[in-house]
């Protein structure tokens, strides 16, 4: 089975500060695909940033970067110089190449503090 | 680009009625729509997913008849919601697949459904 596994359900830090946000994931699949999805309080969720594991290189997104390691199946996005308005529920999401279902991580709520 | 909008937004309605929500794609075309429940403080639940021009396919615990997917042009799925009840109440996010290729799901802004 297919899991995506975030272990901080709430993380607070000043605003400014760089934090990291973990997920880990399991599966047998050789190719697929990874997101960090924000959802704030008007609940729209956005898509942050996207990696295709087949690529080694680390997906960036301006301030938002992530630390792709397949072997060890974990995917933690950095979020630097943070802002009042990264404040949201953020979403660790799993595609395989074998079916269109995403598969969602528990979420982990963030607080970026004035 | 990859923009998807939803509507209502909000929606109140008395048990017993039917509640259409409808989900386009404003700037590409998706051949692939997906429906999702999202409970208080839980990441989305897949409900169905909706291709254009074939039936939709359920989740298992989804009542095929209680939520009627219709996806019938590559911008339009629309979900119903019949006889709802007090327990329907919640909150509905469609989502598009922009590119088959990318694997991305773009999402509406949802649709919070109030059922008295």
């Known amino acids: 089975a297919q899991t995506v596994t975030q272990s901080q359900p709430e993380m607070s830090v000043q605003e400014a500060e760089t934090v990291t946000l973990s997920c880990t994931y399991d599966?047998?699949?050789?190719?697929?695909?990874l997101f960090w999805y924000k959802q704030p309080p008007s609940r729209q969720m956005i898509l942050v940033i996207r990696q295709e594991a087949y690529k080694q290189q680390n997906a960036t997104e301006n301030r938002f970067s992530v630390n792709f390691q397949k072997a060890a199946k974990s995917f933690s996005l950095k979020i630097s110089d943070s802002q009042l308005g990264d404040t949201a529920m953020y979403f660790c999401?799993?595609?395989?190449?074998?079916?269109?279902?995403?598969?969602w991580g528990a979420g982990t709520k963030l607080i970026i503090k004035p | 680009g990859a923009v998807v909008s939803q509507h209502p937004s909000w929606v109140i309605c008395k048990s017993g009625t039917s509640v259409k929500i409808e989900c386009r794609s404003l700037d590409f075309q998706a051949t692939t729509m997906f429906w999702y429940r999202q409970f208080p403080k839980q990441s989305l639940m897949l409900m169905a997913t909706?291709?254009?021009?074939?039936?939709?396919?359920?989740e298992q615990g989804v009542e095929k008849d209680k939520f009627l997917i219709n996806h019938a042009s590559l911008t339009l799925s629309t979900l119903t919601v019949t006889s709802a009840h007090p327990e329907d109440s919640s909150f509905y996010i469609c989502?598009?697949?922009?590119?088959?290729?990318?694997?991305?799901?773009?999402f509406g802004p949802g649709t919070r459904l109030l059922v008295l």
């Open positions: 999401a799993f595609i395989g190449d074998s079916n269109y279902q995403l598969i």
């Open positions: 909706s291709n254009e021009g074939s039936k939709a396919t359920y």
């Open positions: 989502s598009a697949d922009a590119s088959r290729i990318q694997e991305t799901q773009y």
């Open positions: 599966t047998s699949e050789s190719n697929y695909y």
